[in-house]
């Protein structure tokens, strides 16, 4: 079973809004960074236990890593991440189609450097800034 990424994505993710985000963490920037480098660490969890999973055609394994992941896209608004982990979830609950299960994650993977780049760009923005995003 191969895990590659998918050539051309069809799937455009919506990125989050970092000023939301800072909102939400009562405009203090320590926070936000702290916030951010979190859930680098999680999406790096994440990716490397659902690739394990997935090799070993475990729904379960699957299931749990997408349903523990969400709350963290969540928080940071990263939406189109948040659809497909939904999707994988849901796949994996009912035990169905690993097929799409593996082009989901490969949409996951592929999109996840996206969101990292405009949310690094955001923070350095909002660093210098807090008021410029």
């Known amino acids: 079973m191969s895990l590659q990424i998918l050539p051309e994505p069809?799937?455009?993710?919506?990125?989050?809004?970092?000023s939301i985000v800072l909102e939400d963490c009562y405009g203090e920037i320590e926070?936000?960074?702290?916030?951010?480098?979190?859930?680098?660490?999680?999406?790096a969890e994440y990716v490397e236990q659902t690739a394990f999973f997935i090799s070993s055609y475990d729904f379960t394994g699957i299931y749990m890593t997408s349903h523990k992941v969400k709350v963290g896209l969540e928080?940071?608004?990263?939406?189109?991440?948040?659809?497909?982990?939904l999707?994988?979830?849901?796949?994996?609950?009912y035990k169905e189609n690993?097929?799409?299960?593996?082009?989901l994650f490969n949409l996951f993977v592929s999109e996840?450097?996206?969101?990292?780049?405009?949310?690094?760009?955001?923070?350095?923005?909002?660093?210098h800034n807090p008021v410029a995003c």
């Open 10 to 18: 069809t799937f455009k993710t919506k990125l989050p809004d970092m």
């Open 31 to 43: 926070y936000l960074n702290e916030i951010i480098t979190l859930f680098k660490e999680s999406i």
């Open 75 to 85: 928080l940071m608004r990263a939406f189109g991440l948040l659809e497909l982990v």
């Open 87 to 93: 999707q994988m979830e849901q796949l994996s609950y």
């Open 98 to 103: 690993m097929g799409n299960i593996i082009k």
């Open 112 to 127: 996840y450097p996206l969101v990292i780049r405009s949310i690094e760009m955001q923070q350095s923005r909002l660093q």
